[in-house]
């Protein structure tokens, strides 16, 4: 026959250890209702949370926008005012070079109106003219000296006559 005591106390150690588990199967049941009913207002913070940050994209895309047009407005405002100045400053010196052409081209014709002059033929014309200005100014000294003794002679004689 069998151990009856032994069949019952085996019995009463599964029932111990189903009714562990019971409690176990409890503790996991209301673990997942408390999960379920925390986990219901889930959606609504995402979703907000969804909109907030949808907010925060088109606010970032509308001052990134204004931004960036004010900044584009700013260089192209100064993108054409030194434009301007450069093409002052270009009108400008093309004007100079004209000028310093016209004066490269003056240049070149005194040169060469130089180039044509014989200047063996003006050096001996220059000594020429240096030996009869040297000729001119000794005569100027012996008529100086004439006319010195001229005068001299004339006021002996005008002394003379007025003398007699």
Do not use: C, W
């Not at 409890?26 to 609504?44: F, Y």
């Not at 100086?144 to 003379?160: A, E, M, P």
């Amino acid at each position: 026959m069998p151990d009856y005591e032994e069949i019952i106390k085996q019995s009463q150690d599964n029932v111990n250890s189903l009714s562990e588990k019971l409690r176990d199967f409890e503790n996991l049941h209301q673990d997942i209702k408390t999960l379920k009913e925390s986990a219901v207002g889930i959606p609504d913070i995402f979703n907000k949370k969804f909109e907030e940050i949808v907010k925060l994209s088109e606010d970032y895309t509308n001052i990134l926008g204004v931004a960036t047009k004010n900044y584009l407005e700013g260089n192209n405002t100064l993108f054409t005012t030194k434009l301007s100045e450069l093409s002052t400053k270009l009108k400008r010196f093309e004007k100079k070079s004209k000028d310093l052409q016209i004066k490269i081209d003056e240049m070149k014709e005194g040169i060469e109106r130089l180039n044509k002059i014989d200047l063996e033929l003006l050096v001996s014309k220059m000594e020429s003219m240096s030996e009869q200005n040297k000729l001119l100014k000794k005569e100027v000294k012996t008529n100086r000296i004439i006319q010195i003794v001229g005068f001299t002679l004339l006021i002996i004689i005008l002394i003379y006559i007025i003398v007699k």
